[in-house]
T-cell receptor, first 114, second 109 residues
Framework: DGGITQSPKYLFRKEGQNVTLSCEQNLNHDAMYWYRQDPGQGLRLIYYSQIVNDFQKGDIAEGYSVSREKKESFPLTVTSAQKNPTAFYLC?????????????FGPGTRLTVL | GQSLEQPSEVTAVEGAIVQINCTYQTSGFYGLSWYQQHDGGAPTFLSYNGLDGLEETGRFSSFLSRSDSYGYLLLQELQMKDSASYFCAVNTGGFKTIFGAGTRLFVKA
């Protein structure tokens, strides 16, 4: 079965610690994305990557970092510089730049910083 | 700035028809998509409009008017399982997509 996996589903960290969220896809999609969702809010773009070894900042990139060393993987690190990291994080992928391509989402990681 | 506006909540009765509107103001426009998200779940794609007009997929239809920067999602024969959040999203060019804040639909028996 093709799809996107995110791990872990729930993550708890102490304030001041960096944490890395995993995202893997076996859809052979070129593009991958990270979104943040707060309760009752929409999806805000953190970073996206169109191709291996390349990524672009989204609207709320401060306090986050990413890497794209493999086509299948796009991990997100939430650093201690992120002022309010508690949120639901969604990873997505897309086949190409064409508008009609839908984004496929992973199940999400709910991060709670204590 | 870039923005997508949609109502925060809509309530309807089972079996009824409901329309969720979306107006957008973006620097580029290459299509309007709609996604459904149940509580705690991942968004799933519902429909896409690249050109003006109506697209129908079963009980769901989506409309676009590029001249008015406006679109809507129409849900017919509402079922309890349709209770979810619905997001409009605009492809602003290439790989980048902007999402609206979402409309929470409550379906009552």
């Amino acid at each position: 079965d093709g799809g996107i996996t995110q791990s872990p589903k729930y993550l708890f960290r102490k304030e001041g610690q960096n944490v890395t969220l995993s995202c893997e896809q076996n859809l052979n999609h070129d593009a991958m994305y990270w979104y943040r969702q707060d309760p009752g809010q929409g999806l805000r773009l953190i970073y996206y990557s169109q191709i291996v070894n390349d990524f672009q900042k989204g609207d709320i990139a401060e306090g986050y970092s990413v890497s794209r060393e493999k086509k299948e993987s796009f991990p997100l690190t939430v650093t201690s510089a992120q002022k309010n990291p508690t949120a639901f994080y969604l990873c997505a992928s897309k086949q190409g730049p064409w508008s009609y391509n839908e984004q496929f989402f992973g199940p999400g990681t709910r991060l709670t910083v204590l | 700035g870039q923005s997508l506006e949609q109502p925060s909540e809509v309530t309807a009765v089972e079996g009824a028809i409901v329309q969720i509107n979306c107006t957008y103001q973006t620097s580029g426009f290459y299509g309007l998509s709609w996604y459904q998200q149940h509580d705690g779940g991942a968004p799933t794609f519902l429909s896409y409009n690249g050109l003006d007009g109506l697209e129908e997929t079963g009980r769901f239809s989506s409309f676009l008017s590029r001249s008015d920067s406006y679109g809507y999602l129409l849900l017919q024969e509402l079922q309890m399982k349709d209770s979810a959040s619905y997001f409009c999203a605009v492809n602003t060019g290439g790989f980048k997509t902007i999402f609206g804040a979402g409309t929470r639909l409550f379906v009552k028996a």
